[in-house]
């Protein structure tokens, strides 16, 4: 797990939405500079906020990530609901 790397590329998602837009476009090429595990990738383009916290991330910067790529805090619902799911 490169957890650093993940909650710079969470925190970087979210921080315009310029990057929101660049995230949105193209997954791939956005995390493709954060050095993360194939795993990490595909959980965050998978929106798999209940395994990235069960790998020890910052809950604040999945909520923040989960809104942001999620349509705003209309979303929140959905992101307590996926938190809270089954463990994976």
């Known amino acids: 797990m490169t957890q650093i790397a993940t909650e710079r ?4 998602v979210t921080s315009g939405p310029d990057k929101i837009q660049q ?3 193209d997954p791939d090429a956005f995390l493709a ?4 595990s194939d795993e990490e990738k595909a ?3 998978e929106k798999n906020v209940k395994a990235l916290a069960d790998q020890g991330h910052s ?3 999945l909520m923040l990530f989960f809104v942001a790529v999620s349509g705003g805090f209309s979303a ?3 992101y307590l609901g996926a938190l ?3 463990a994976q």
Do not use: S, V
Request: glycine share 8%; proline share 13%; hydrophobic share 50%.
């Open 9 to 12: 590329a969470l925190w970087d």
């Open 59 to 61: 809950h604040m910067l």
């Open 43 to 45: 959980l965050m383009k």
């Open 23 to 25: 995230y949105m476009a």
């Open 84 to 86: 809270n799911g089954p």
């Open 76 to 78: 929140l619902p959905e």
């Open 33 to 36: 500079p954060y050095g993360m």
